[in-house]
């Protein structure tokens, strides 16, 4: 399953990859994450891999996200692997003026497993609205972090 997601942020490029870029920020604007654990290389960057846990709902998901090409502001993708799911992400940043970036977010699902492979077949629109919250939840980070980040 493939979908493509953009969203405009009200900020310019540099800032938006600022806030992007900084795990620490990641709690602000990903609901659900409990927990960011770093497996191997050098943090941040392509190859290295860390280990993400999110509370949704009742249920406790871990992944394990893989970077596969760092090359901000211009792309951040990643693989993000759990059972029975991978999520392949490209993520582009383009400026559209001093104040307002738009962020492009690339998708693909790759399901194993009968039940998984049901899920994705059976509601493939929970997979794109999961990312759509996260767009949208950066959006608002984004324009809003100065009052946010006091308040934290």
Known sequence: MKYSLEIRINQPIDKV???FDNRDYLKHWQ???Q???HISGKPGQSGSKTRLRYLMGKR???MVETITAHDLP???SATYETKGVM???KNLFRSEGEDRTKWISDNEFRFSGLMMKLMGTLMPGAFKKQSQIYLDSFKKFAEEHENILSSA
Do not use: V, W, Y
């Open 60 to 62: 406790e998901i871990e």
């Open 35 to 37: 927990s960011i654990e």
């Open 31 to 33: 609901p659900g994450l």
């Open 17 to 19: 990859i600022g806030l």
């Open 87 to 89: 999520n392949i992400q």
């Open 74 to 76: 211009k792309e951040f």
